[in-house]
């Protein structure tokens, strides 16, 4: 079968290449691959060496987003042939630390988990692939193509999870919610902002085009200019830039008891000056909390998938802005200006 292949860090390597079918040690569900959907880490891997082959290769089979149609699955399994299915990327470590072994790989404590796609396992850029059945999400018939959202979809539903837990703490009383970043992680954070009757401001660099208006269709309010010229002063932050300079900017800027969720994750590795003082007086003197969110587990899965399917199929199909076909994946990983989701087509050639 065909796979989409990298050596990690070196872009010339990265094509398409004939390999085994899929290993059953991956899981007794057999998946026909349809689409991947490409994120900034799939670059990282690809061009700075973010990630790791599985053990005793050279190579990645990429891709962490997947949807696939279900081939074949035990008569005892949750699916069957012909349902929709979703790959979940981590794995939990083999120990497993405690995480883990709660079905919290996402909080994983020894850094021993694999990803598929990222870390030590092969990804979902084939055309089959296998996943066990604790991994693989049931996606709704309906959802049809809009599945291949679920992954980003299931990042953004743990952020949420986790702000709602941290919120716990005491009173709480969210009216606005600021997300920094209209790609598809701030604009999947911003649908569900509104699916909980919050008021949203979207903060990103484009003044025109497809993300102000997905922005708009949403209900919420779309800002281009700095920081300062920001009227509200947010309950909940959704950073999805991990651009250093704007984090700390944003600090001071809270309302009291403010939640600011880091989910960008930068790829530079700039250093700045930062009032410092200033950013813990205005943290300690307004409860604030700061915290960072990666990956997701199972129930994120599941959330993803109920919001998602709750949300103006219309709206989501705009996200996916373009579709490479199998054999020109590499292009998938240059950036337009107006691109939001770019998805590889693992059924055209
Ligand atoms: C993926 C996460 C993963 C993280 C770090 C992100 O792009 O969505 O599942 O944990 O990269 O490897």
């Not at 850094?111 to 089959?128: F, L, N, P, V």
């Not at 509200?232 to 900017?249: A, M, S």
Request: charged share 25%; proline share 6%.
């Amino acid at each position: 079968m065909k796979a989409c292949m990298v050596t990690p860090g070196d872009p010339s390597t990265a094509a398409v290449e004939e390999i085994g079918e899929p290993p059953e040690t991956d899981g007794a569900i057999l998946v026909e691959g349809m689409l991947v959907g490409i994120c900034g880490t799939d670059v990282e891997i690809t061009e700075k060496g973010y990630g790791v082959p599985p053990p005793g290769h050279k190579r990645l089979v990429l891709f962490h987003e997947s949807l696939g149609r279900v081939l074949e699955a035990p008569a005892t399994a949750s699916v069957k042939a012909g349902d929709l299915v979703v790959g979940i990327v981590r794995r939990p470590d083999p120990v497993p630390c405690a995480c883990c072994a709660a079905g919290e790989w996402d909080f994983c404590r020894n850094g021993q988990y694999t990803e598929r796609g990222i870390k030590a396992h092969d990804g979902y850029g084939s055309q089959r692939w296998r996943v066990d059945e604790q991994f693989a999400v049931p996606v709704p018939a309906e959802l049809g193509d809009l599945g291949v959202l679920t992954e980003p979809a299931s990042v953004v539903a743990k952020a949420w999870d986790q702000i709602e837990r941290i919120g716990a703490r005491a009173c709480f009383a969210p009216e606005h919610v600021l997300v920094t970043g209209a790609g598809p992680i701030g604009l999947l954070a911003a649908l569900m902002g509104r699916q909980r009757g919050l008021e949203v401001t979207v903060l990103d660099r484009v003044t025109d085009g497809l993300k102000p208006e997905l922005v708009r269709e949403l209900g919420a309010d779309y800002h281009s200019g700095a920081l300062d010229g920001l009227t509200c002063r947010p309950d909940i932050v959704i950073e999805c830039t991990g651009v250093g300079q704007l984090v700390f900017d944003l600090l001071t800027r809270t309302a009291p008891n403010a939640i600011t969720c880091l989910a960008g994750i930068s790829s530079g590795t700039r250093t700045l000056e930062t009032a410092a003082d200033a950013v813990n007086k205005s943290m300690v003197l307004d409860n604030d909390v700061v915290f960072g969110s990666v990956n997701a587990n199972r129930r994120h899965y599941d959330a993803a998938v109920a919001a998602l399917a709750r949300a103006d199929h219309a709206w989501l199909a705009q996200l996916v802005t373009r579709r490479v076909p199998m054999g020109e994946w590499p292009k998938a990983l240059e950036r337009g200006s107006d691109d939001v989701k770019v998805v590889v087509d693992l059924q055209a050639g």
